[in-house]
């Protein structure tokens, strides 16, 4: 293990004892928040119960699509932009604008639209994420040097193998970027809007923990949620960075 | 004399800028033959259109005027079939190995099973590059990268291979240990090559004749002739007649050279 590792490790353990510490001696009371050790029992009960089984697995079912449709509609739209180059120009300024438009403030015209199903809250966990795939696309597709493009026309690849055989997997390491932001806008979408209205997921029963002062269920699920989040992350990221190694980058 | 494999006719080649105005002549009008078979340099001051006429022939950019043809039928920013193009900058595709790199443009070619895997194999073989096969690009050294994309070239079997200052970024004696390897090639596939290059004594060494090129737009100013035998490697240097001729192409390039820098041949720095 490296130092690095090893620092960080050794800080979030201090981190969580601190806590522990503070709910102990009662600084922080039980009622705002339970000691770690609790909640770290309450989730284990949680999951052995199966209790929350069919929330979590819809919370995570609904992410996984939303994060899914982000992603390869991402790349495709990437692609296709990238390929013309005045619809390019008009984009660029919208893409750059995106991230202050609260995408959560339609989910109530898409439940008009759609009804209160699955379909709202998949859609705005996509609009969350596709963005920031198609952006970080362009900006992969952006750096491939021109010199590989001319190696590719000399092996006469058709527009279509040129993107799949060099421009795409050039820019894989820089799609991965938007994939991480995927991830993490496809949990947000699915979870912010399970607690705005819904009729289940990790975010309604949160919420209606939070309404019953269930500490025992809101915090093991709130642990759950991040520890799900945190690992996708760390996955991709490992991904990225054996895949920047491998061209000496990293 | 052997028939053209490669002739020009009149090829000029203007880029307009688009948004910045203007328009850069970068190369002639210019007229060209290379012959079935032979090493064919380029020497020329830097921006002279070396690279332009490379594209040009290669049909990775068209003649604003004149007609460039290729075993009689004319390129016209198509790539013909039979042309390889060894580039000035490193393409290497950085994700594959070493092995995947060469083979690259043989995913689209209709082989016998097995035919592949053996070009690939000779390919490896002749550029040295044994023990590197499953490495990756950035784990190799310039030279080492430089050969794999000779080696990609090679597996095409190509009857007529562009090279572009293949040498750029070797040190010296690298260079002339790839040299004596694109010349053994040359023996080996009986390719035409076109070899652009900075360095007077590399031409003067490898080709059998040497275009020395104007200051842009490019035209050619003189082809000289080496007369060295087919069978040759780096020892003609020794040879009486590789200074006179290094001698003769630095004589037409020394005011070629002044005009690009910006100073008139012959005028001393601050001159009377
Ligand atoms: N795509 C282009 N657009 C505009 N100008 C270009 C382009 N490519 C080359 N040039 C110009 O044409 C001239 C010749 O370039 P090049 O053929 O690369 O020279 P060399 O290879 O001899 O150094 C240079 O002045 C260069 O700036
Ligand atoms: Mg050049």
Redesign the pocket.
Known sequence: MNRALVLRVLALAAAVAVLEALCRVGVIDRFTMQPPSRIAVDLWSILATGKFNAAILKTLTNAGIAFALAVSVGIAAGVAIHGLKALREGLDPLFATYYAIPVLAFYPLLIILFGLGDAPQILIGFMLGVVAVIVNTLNGLDRVPRVLLKAARIGRLTPVEVATQVTLPYAVPYVLTGVKFAVSYAFIGIIGSEFVMSRGGMGFEIAFAYNNLDNATMYPLIVLILAVTISANLMIARWEKALLARRGLA | MSVAHVTLRGVT?V???PGKGGE?H??GPLDLDLRSGEFFAVV????????????LIAGL?TASAGEVAFEGRPIAGEIPDGVGVVF?EDACFPWLTVVDNIAFSLRKARLAPGERESRVRDAVAMMGLGGFERSYPAQLSGGMRQRVCIARTLVMKPRLILL??PFGALDQQTRLLMGEEVLRLWRQTGATVFL?T?ALDEATMLADRIAV?SA???RILEIVETGWPRERDSRVVEDARFGALTARLWQVLRQESMKSIGRPGGVPEGGA
């Open positions: 080649k880029f307009s800028r850069v970068a190369l020329g001051p830097s921006g002279c259109g070396k690279s332009t006429l490379l594209e950019a000035q572009d200052e652009i900075h090129m842009r737009p490019g």
